[in-house]
């Protein structure tokens, strides 16, 4: 088939408008589509009930939100309207911290754990049951693909339910010894990028120990945790055990803020980890702050190749990028730098963008427009502070936020998108030429959540991985979860463990 000569390249403004322009001399942009086509091969979606308007969830039921107030949640392949969703203020905030109270006195912290356990595995089996329909969901309210939301989301969520229904009746074999009780009350904010799964890594553990949750959704997926409200109603989880507040910012800053909140779990960015710190800062309310990333993924001479480049794809290109460990840097040992670019080249002009819910499709939209806008900034910062750019030509959608999978390679350390979380499908490739320079390098972010090493060594691989200041690091292979295994980060990627025996620990009073 003839190939088409790439001579243009899609560039995204700050508004997301896309524009051609010619290629520039040091920049190269990659053909696609006509390589690779496949019929479409849509997920049926008809039968997927959305409300009209979705209500809160206090107390065991769903209530219409004291402020009176609704906002639209959109899909973002599309930018059509799903739906509205409740936005709670104080007071509302305010019931559900009471539900929650209640709850957590008259049942949960009295119920023995073998019989929290048993509402664990329920809530476990009926998201098995309905998997399907909520990736469907999952896919779109957020643009994730459907091969994500469907084959990783929904098989970890249940997981993670089913992980610590183990737990809850054997937490004395956890921590051996000594004595322990729940906390209370647990206020828990998540992201869009995982928006279930982020619920189920939450609720379960806290559940698990004896606590009860009000959970604030971010605005843009809010829709996923209301349906899994469903499901805890099916489950009969006893009123109030898991309240559900929806709204932006300032209903998360109200649970934050709130008197009778004994803990918070929140993960999202820096910046609102470092303002939730300050504002608890004084008072007896725990904390654990999940943040932002900026991986390094080290590729070393000796490592192969092939297997690498598709690590480094998919810890990269994964969900579009919109991951807190994603392997956004790239660190290659000079002696394969040229190999690894042109194998880099190849294979992001084969992925295939576009319609989330077609099975087919790698790349799927971008989360929001205000996430495209950051995305598209950081890009030109790159192009303007003199790294070079190289973008796969994929079509991109007429409608919809998107954004194709990119990479800049002459990056230097002071680049901003050497050192910012861009949260995108963009990768910056730099070099190195010894293991110390590799460390040093890896290590030079003011985050720490995650690195990945490749090389056939496995004595080089405990060498380095015990000077990385990462909390996990992956070795030839990457963006692999279980829930058995914790996760967390050094640095301005925040503290606290999420998953494992360690997960249990932030909900948990020991003595
Ligand atoms: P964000 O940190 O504003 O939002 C995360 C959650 O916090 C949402 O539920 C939001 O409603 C809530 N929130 C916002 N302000 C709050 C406040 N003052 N008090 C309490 N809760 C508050 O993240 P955003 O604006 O959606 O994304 C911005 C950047 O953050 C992204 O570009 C990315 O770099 C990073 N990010 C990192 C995530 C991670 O997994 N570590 C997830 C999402 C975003
Ligand atoms: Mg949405």
């Given amino acids: 088939m003839p190939r088409r000569k790439p001579s243009q390249l899609t560039i995204l403004d700050r508004n997301g408008e896309r524009g051609e322009r010619p290629i520039g001399k040091r920049e190269r942009s990659l053909d696609f589509g006509e390589r690779w086509s496949y019929a479409p091969a849509p997920e049926a979606h008809s039968y997927i009930r959305l409300r009209d308007r979705y209500q809160?969830?206090?107390?065991?039921?769903?209530?219409?939100?004291?402020?009176?107030?609704?906002?639209?949640?959109?899909?973002?392949?599309?930018?059509?309207?799903?739906?509205?969703?409740?936005s709670a203020n104080e007071k509302d905030v305010d019931l559900a911290v009471k539900?929650?109270?209640?709850?957590?006195k008259n049942i949960w912290s009295k119920m023995p754990g073998r019989e929290r356990g048993k509402y664990l595995f329920r809530i476990a089996r009926l998201i098995q049951e309905k998997a399907r329909e909520l990736a469907v969901l999952e896919t779109m309210d957020g643009g994730k693909?459907?091969?994500?939301?469907?084959?990783?989301?929904l098989p970890l969520v249940a997981a993670h339910f089913f992980y610590y229904a183990g737990w809850a009746d054997k937490l004395?074999?956890?921590?051996?010894?000594?004595?322990?009780?729940?906390?209370?009350?647990?206020?828990?904010?998540?992201?869009?990028?995982?928006p279930l799964l982020m619920a189920a890594w939450k609720l379960a553990p806290a559940l698990a120990c004896g606590n009860t949750c009000v959970l604030k959704p971010a605005e843009t997926t809010s829709v996923t945790a209301l349906h899994l409200a469903e499901i805890l109603q099916e489950a009969e989880l006893p009123d109030g055990v898991v309240n559900i507040v929806t709204g932006t910012g300032?209903?998360?800053?109200?649970?934050?803020?709130?008197?009778?909140?004994?803990?918070?779990?929140?993960?999202?960015?820096?910046?609102?980890?470092?303002?939730?710190?300050?504002?608890?800062?004084?008072?007896?309310?725990?904390?654990?702050l999940e943040l932002g990333g900026k991986a390094a993924n080290i590729i070393f001479d000796d490592a192969p190749v092939e297997q690498a480049v598709e690590g480094i794809i998919a810890g990269i290109y994964f969900n579009q990028g919109h991951v807190c460990c994603a392997g956004s840097r790239l660190l290659v040992q000079e002696s394969v730098f040229r190999q690894v670019i042109r194998k880099l080249r190849d294979r992001i002009s084969t992925l295939r963008l576009g319609n989330p819910l077609d099975k087919n499709t790698d790349i799927g939209a971008i989360n929001s427009r205000?996430?495209?806008?950051?995305?598209?900034?950081?890009?030109?910062?790159?192009?303007?502070?003199?790294?070079?750019?190289?973008?796969?030509?994929?079509?991109?959608?007429a409608k919809g936020y998107w954004y194709p999978p990119s990479f800049f390679t002459g990056v230097t350390a002071s680049h901003r998108i050497a050192q910012?979380?861009?949260?995108?499908?963009?990768?910056?490739?730099?070099?190195?030429?010894?293991?110390?320079?590799?460390?040093?390098?890896?290590n030079n972010t003011r985050y720490g959540m995650s690195a990945g090493v490749w090389t056939d060594k496995g004595s080089k691989i405990f060498k380095i991985v015990h000077q990385l200041r990462a909390g996990v690091v992956w070795a030839n292979t990457y963006n692999k979860f279980d829930p058995s295994s914790p996760f967390g980060g050094y640095k301005e990627s925040g503290f606290g463990r999420e998953g494992g025996r360690h997960g249990l620990l932030p909900y948990l009073s020991l003595r």
Avoid at 64 to 74: C, L, R
Avoid at 172 to 194: D, E, S, T
Avoid at 262 to 286: P, Q
């Fill in 56 to 86: 809160l969830f206090i107390g065991g039921k769903f209530v219409a939100p004291k402020s009176g107030e609704y906002f639209d949640s959109v899909n973002p392949a599309t930018e059509e309207k799903l739906t509205e969703i409740s």
């Fill in 99 to 104: 539900a929650a109270r209640r709850a957590y």
């Fill in 145 to 153: 693909t459907i091969k994500e939301s469907r084959d990783i989301d």
């Fill in 172 to 194: 004395h074999h956890a921590f051996p010894g000594q004595k322990m009780r729940p906390l209370g009350v647990a206020g828990q904010i998540i992201p869009w990028n995982f």
């Fill in 250 to 288: 300032e209903t998360g800053s109200a649970l934050v803020t709130h008197p009778d909140v004994d803990k918070i779990a929140f993960t999202g960015s820096t910046e609102v980890g470092k303002r939730i710190a300050m504002a608890l800062a004084g008072t007896k309310k725990k904390l654990t």
């Fill in 370 to 397: 205000a996430q495209l806008d950051k995305i598209c900034e950081l890009v030109d910062s790159g192009l303007k502070q003199g790294a070079q750019l190289v973008q796969s030509r994929a079509h991109l959608p």
């Fill in 420 to 442: 910012e979380e861009i949260f995108g499908p963009v990768l910056s490739v730099m070099t190195f030429r010894t293991p110390e320079e590799a460390i040093a390098r890896a």
